[in-house]
């Protein structure tokens, strides 16, 4: 999920390694989108890919709510847009988490 994310230009993109802190996940992609639009074509380029590897998965929110939760089972990807993204500030609240990959 980290090279889709990149590859459609989401922007503060963070790899966390949770298996020490959380009970429901190993690991955590959070990343800033731009506008809805990138919101949306992250979600359609993430299930173009879990289709082709035909991994099952559920969707939370939408574009317009500002936080897209895409739940893969071992893995959780947050798309936020910046303002929801700072207002909840995951980064800070798994910060105990080993963070693998952060892109600027």
């Known amino acids: 999920m980290v090279d889709v994310a ?4 989401a922007s503060d993109i ?7 802190t959380c009970s429901f996940a190993d690991y955590f992609v959070i990343m800033s989108a731009d506008s809805q639009r990138q919101m949306k074509a992250l979600q359609d380029e993430r299930d173009r890919k879990l289709s082709e590897d035909r991994v099952s998965s559920r969707l939370e929110g939408t574009p317009d709510s500002g ?3 895409l739940d893969l089972g071992d893995v959780i990807v947050h798309i936020f847009d910046e303002p929801t993204r700072r207002f909840y500030q995951l980064d800070e609240l798994w910060s105990r988490a080993t963070p693998l990959v952060r892109m600027q």
């Open 6 to 9: 990149s590859d459609r230009q």
């Open 14 to 20: 963070l790899l966390l390694d949770v298996r020490e």
């Open 67 to 69: 936080w897209v939760l």
